[in-house]
């Protein structure tokens, strides 16, 4: 019987390798993003030429921090599962260090905000003067509702309790 031939391995000792792999995909953090969307997503929108960049910095996905080579492939972009992931991700506010703090226990919970988020705007829309919002929500809550509803929901507790 012989032996069982041994995988060989093609980059010993690849860690500089390895580090390049893992940094090269970098993307910015959402808070970096939620910053731009609320200073300058037109600027951003509205580049100037740049030989170095893909599409020569002139279609840009404000929300992923993205360049892409021609409007048609950032249009299939807006509609992909990666775009629309990080739409619903930037929905909810960016964590602070305000937060922080309160999670070390200086100060108490508030629950962060939820904010409508949509796509950017195409060249057109931007050039007729159409922006970027982020909104707030507002949030339901049991204060809000009426006092009868909150009634019957008392009496069927009752209920259920007896």
């Known amino acids: 019987m012989g032996m069982v031939t041994k995988r060989k391995k093609m980059h010993y000792g690849d860690t500089h390798l390895q580090r390049r ?22 600027e951003l929108i509205n580049q100037n030429v740049d030989l170095e960049k893909p599409g020569f910095a002139q279609f840009y996905c404000v929300h992923c921090a993205k360049y892409f080579i021609d409007d048609t492939a950032m249009q299939a972009h807006f509609r992909t599962k990666v775009h629309k992931r990080r739409l619903k991700a930037l929905e909810v506010e960016p964590y602070s260090i305000e937060e922080a703090e309160r999670a070390a226990g200086r100060g108490s919970f508030v629950k962060p905000k939820k904010r409508a988020m949509e796509t950017q705007p195409s060249k057109e829309d931007v050039v007729a ?34």
């Open 21 to 42: 792999w893992r940094v090269r995909n970098r993307r910015r953090d959402l808070d970096q993003i939620d910053d731009d969307l609320r200073t300058r997503s037109g």
């Open 129 to 162: 003067g159409k922006r970027i919002r982020v909104e707030e929500v507002a949030e339901n809550t049991d204060a809000a509702e009426s006092p009868s509803t909150s009634k019957t929901k008392r009496k069927k507790a009752e209920k259920m309790e007896t």
